[in-house]
């Protein structure tokens, strides 16, 4: 048992990058699972290709049970998807330079196509909210709701991107405590005890954009100096 647990440490020590760019974190908890993962598919003959195929079908899936409001998240989000495995890439090969431009890149598409499709979405919110009901009531607040969260989804996205690009440079724990107590516990807050001092909808939709912001000034403090260490040591 103990020979085959140290020939399992050792296949997962491979897979590691330098240990100043993984998280404690990674290195204890996701980084085993993945590699557990990987291992199990490895012994069932499951390819990456395969792997790959199956994420496919279960993306589309979960499209089609997300709701037109989700898609906008969705659209916000998606460019954070491809800047954390470009940012750990460039960093691990030691180009924090280029892990810096994706981030950049990034937020330019994710603010492009955010505000373009946000604006949509207030513009056209009427025609879109009659599609669930024609409860004159519901729609109106599901006009407002859309007006000011759905025109300011790109701000969340945003959040996304800084958030993916710590977790590319070995920070992953930083956003998630941020996004806990600015995108959840902030929340609960506002609702039990600031939302009662002005209750009305529109004060309480503001909560979501006010937390993005927040986690975004949060992220900023972190990343540069982050980025600062990590080109002096690839200096």
Not at 3 to 22: I, P, R, V
Not at 123 to 142: E, H, K, R
Not at 200 to 214: A, C, D, E, R
């Amino acid at each position: 048992m103990k020979a085959k647990f140290n020939k399992w440490l050792e296949g997962y020590k491979s897979t590691l990058k330098s240990f100043d760019t993984e998280e404690t974190i990674d290195i204890y908890f996701y980084r085993p699972i993945g590699y557990m993962w990987a291992l199990l598919f490895a012994k069932l003959g499951v390819t990456p290709n395969m792997v790959s195929i199956a994420s496919i079908f279960l993306g589309v899936g979960a499209g089609i049970m997300f709701y037109f409001d989700n898609v906008l998240y969705n659209i916000c989000t998606a460019a954070s998807l491809a800047v954390m495995p470009y940012v750990s890439q460039n960093v691990g090969a030691g180009n924090v330079k280029r892990a810096a431009k994706s981030v950049k890149e990034g937020i330019l598409v994710t603010v492009a196509l955010g505000a373009t499709f946000g604006a949509l979405s207030a513009i056209f919110s009427g025609p879109l909210s009659s599609i669930m009901t024609d409860d004159p009531q519901v729609i109106a607040y599901s006009r407002q709701k859309m007006v000011i969260i759905s025109s300011t989804y790109f701000i969340c996205g945003i959040n996304d991107i800084f958030s993916a690009a710590l977790r590319g440079m070995g920070k992953p724990t930083f956003p998630t405590i941020t996004t806990l107590i600015f995108m959840c516990g902030l929340r609960f807050v506002w609702v039990y005890w600031i939302f009662p001092l002005v209750p009305n909808l529109t004060f309480l939709y503001l909560v979501w954009p006010i937390g993005w912001v927040i986690c975004i000034t949060c992220a900023l403090i972190v990343y540069f100096p982050t980025k600062k260490k990590l080109a002096l040591h690839h200096a």
